[in-house]
């Protein structure tokens, strides 16, 4: 009876812009399937997507989507791709003309399709029962149970609860959010016996309270893999931006056992983008969310394990082996290693900042708390496309966002189109040559002093939200000693080790490094750690893919 009840509460969605064969398709669909599954038709892409949200909402299943190709304003490839983020294991099914063959067999690798039909398709009981019987098979058989929801009890401008929020939201975890001062959220605190002063209060979808949780032990009560499931692989990588995620595809692709091990969430600084629109194949942008998880889905469809909240702390080299150490003092050992590690957002060197970090002041886009900006004024610190990103997407929603700039313009460090757009967005304001000299508030962000660089005259505004995206260090401090490193902290690679004509001091092979790899033999480095690197996400993502073949490479030749 609940496997029935679950049935009918199921949906197959089709979409099709022609009135009269849109009809037809969920006529068709009705009669052999109607006392089972719930038939929702759509006659445009968007209203689909709409459609696909309030279901999504609501709680509802979504066993199979059809759409067909040649739809007005949003294709039938389109819209699978955008459904793929609402519905990620939903069976998707492309309608096509026979003419349109070739771009149903391109949509394959784009929106992963698992079926394209050919219209007409007369008789249904030959061409589309068998394959649509076939794909709920398939559907039924797979984990497509909605997870159940984490609850996070916190307060608003506490950092401890605003980390975890993040760690949440960044590793793609559902949760509620209840506030301590508010009836659920108090019935919550009181049913886990607490008072409320030590928060966040995390229970997990199998009932279990957890009080201030560290990342590794909230990790490993949300469902997210933290334990390596060996003890040797092919190969190690470390970091999960999008310099360890391509690296972890090609790797995993290829053939090589594969473990990414990462330090809080699969993205890097990438994942915090609310919108990048330069990666190459997204015309209409992507958020860094968006990207990350099709990114890990795609890692683990090819069987790289995912490890989260582990912290490297050493890596060592003994004989063939690379052993990587964790802050646990546990070890996992591999013939090669990709370093990904990417880098951190620095901190605001001004006095009151430290303090208020997490309770006004936030490193990085902070996406859970941009709702909550809505109707206020928010400062954005920087002049790079980070920052750039961040002040388009909170001036959704704010009443004013003011981008404070240390240099003369923003044409220096920012990409020709967000300035663009930027100067079109009516509530941003930049202010060139300012910085901010200090933070003021008691428990929450209330004012900042800003100086102007140029006259040295100081000003206090009232501010309640800062984001500050003030440039990069590298996460390198643990590997001092092992691999070689600039000034900066950047990993030396490939022609940079043998600048002078002779491989670095203790190179064994009697060859010198390649391309992307370290002053340690099989230890490769890809993306924002690597000295020079270009710092895109494009160019992070090739390196990942050029770091597995020289692997590859290495590995023929141990």
Same mark, same amino acid.
């Given at each position: ?43 445009? %892409?968007?209203?689909? &997507?709409? =459609?696909? *949200?309030?279901?999504?909402? +609501?709680?509802? #299943? !979504? ?121 659920? %959220?108090?019935?919550? &605190?009181? =049913?886990? *016996?607490?008072?409320?002063? +030590?928060?966040? #209060? !995390? ?127 546990? =070890? ?227």
């Amino acid at each position: 009876m609940a496997q029935a009840a679950e049935a009918a509460r199921t949906v197959i969605m089709t979409v099709d812009d022609d009135p009269g064969v849109s009809r037809a398709v969920a006529r068709d669909l009705r009669r052999r399937y109607g006392e089972s599954y719930r038939i929702v038709r759509a006659e445009s %892409g968007g209203s689909a &997507l709409d =459609a696909l *949200r309030e279901l999504k909402l +609501r709680g509802d #299943l !979504v066993a199979v989507i059809l759409a067909d190709y040649r739809m007005p304003q949003m294709n039938g490839i389109e819209f699978l791709e955008q459904a793929l983020d609402v519905y990620p294991g939903a069976r998707r099914v492309l309608l096509t003309a026979y003419a349109d063959t070739d771009a149903a067999i391109d949509a394959i690798n784009v929106v992963d399709l698992d079926h394209y039909l050919l219209k007409p398709w007369d008789p249904p009981e030959e061409k589309l029962y068998p394959v649509l019987d076939d794909l709920l098979d398939a559907w039924r058989a797979s984990d497509h149970r909605p997870v159940p929801r984490t609850k996070v009890v916190g307060h608003r401008w506490s950092a401890r609860s605003s980390e975890t929020r993040e760690f949440l939201a960044r590793n793609q975890v559902p949760y509620r959010w209840y506030s301590s001062d508010e009836p659920e %959220g108090r019935r919550l &605190l009181a =049913a886990a *016996r607490q008072d409320g002063r +030590r928060l966040p #209060l !995390v229970i997990t979808p199998d009932g279990t309270p957890l009080v201030e949780p560290e990342a590794p032990e909230l990790a490993a009560h949300v469902g997210l893999e933290t334990t390596p499931a060996a003890d040797f692989y092919d190969l190690v990588v470390i970091g999960g931006g999008p310099a360890g995620l391509g690296a972890a595809v090609y790797g995993a692709s290829e053939g090589l056992r594969t473990v990414l091990v990462e330090r809080s969430a699969t993205g890097g600084q990438a994942g915090q983008s609310s919108r990048i629109e330069n990666y190459l194949g997204f015309p209409d942008g992507v958020s860094g969310a968006q990207l990350t998880d099709r990114a890990r889905r795609q890692a683990a469809k090819f069987g790289a394990e995912i490890l989260t909240a582990r912290e490297v702390t050493g890596l060592e080299v003994n004989g063939a082996a690379r052993t990587v150490r964790f802050s646990d003092g546990s =070890a996992v050992a591999a013939h090669s290693v990709i370093l990904a590690t990417g880098v951190s957002y620095r901190q605001l060197p001004a006095p009151g900042a430290d303090a208020l970090t997490g309770c006004g002041v936030f490193y990085g886009s902070a996406l859970t708390e941009a709702p909550a900006c809505e109707g206020h004024d928010v400062y954005v610190v920087g002049g790079a496309n980070s920052a750039g990103q961040a002040a388009m997407y909170l001036s959704r929603g704010a009443k004013s966002v003011t981008l404070l700039v240390r240099g003369a313009s923003l044409s220096a460090s920012m990409s020709y189109y967000l300035i663009q757009q930027i100067e079109e967005a009516p509530n941003i304001t930049v202010r060139c040559g300012t910085v901010v000299e200090a933070a003021h508030g008691t428990n929450r962000l209330e004012q900042l002093t800003l100086r102007d660089v140029a006259s040295g005259e100081s000003e206090r505004v009232d501010a309640q939200w800062m984001f500050v995206f003030i440039g990069a260090a590298p996460l390198t401090d643990w590997l001092d000693g092992t691999v070689l490193r600039d000034e900066r902290g950047f990993i030396l690679a490939g022609p940079d080790l043998t600048a002078e004509g002779r491989p670095p001091a203790g190179w064994e092979p009697d060859r010198p490094p390649y391309h992307l790899e370290t002053s340690v033999p099989g230890v490769f480095v890809a993306g924002d750690a690597r000295a020079e690197s270009a710092k895109r996400v494009a160019s992070a993502v090739g390196e990942g893919a050029m770091a597995v073949m020289l692997v590859h490479r290495y590995l023929e030749q141990s």
